[in-house]
């Protein structure tokens, strides 16, 4: 049975930071990724990790706050947020899949259920 279960949500304050932790079973997969869905707006890209190599890549509106991350051993997908703003609150959901573009949702296949991030200002 595959499983993707998210953590690490919850309401912070502009300027600080939170980890996502997405624990996988029953699944294996060319890369990992968290995508985000504010109200209101599509659901977007926010950073993938290739699970073989640890090759990244990150939304331009993330770069140099967020980092993605992955434990082999643990089969933990995390992501790192620093220095959030409003704008980073979110539904955040932890994806696996095999055609690795933060542009094409349609290339992870599997999701899991998101953990909410709320960002005040």
């Known amino acids: 049975q595959v499983q993707l279960v998210e953590s690490g949500g919850g309401s912070v304050q502009a300027g600080g930071s939170l980890r996502l932790s997405c624990a996988a079973s029953g699944m294996s997969a060319f890369c990992m990724a968290w995508f985000r869905q504010a109200p209101g707006k599509e659901r977007e890209g926010v950073a993938t990790i290739y699970t073989g190599t640890g090759g990244t890549s990150y939304a331009d509106s993330v770069k140099g706050r967020f980092t993605i991350s992955q434990d082999n051993a643990k089969n933990t997908l995390y992501l790192q947020m620093n220095n959030l703003s409003p704008e980073d609150s979110a539904m955040y959901y932890c994806?696996?899949?095999?055609?690795?573009?933060?542009?094409?949702?349609?290339?992870?296949?599997?999701w899991g259920q998101g953990t909410q991030v709320t960002v005040s200002s």
């Open positions: 994806a696996a899949g095999f055609l690795c573009k933060l542009r094409d949702e349609n290339g992870y296949r599997f």
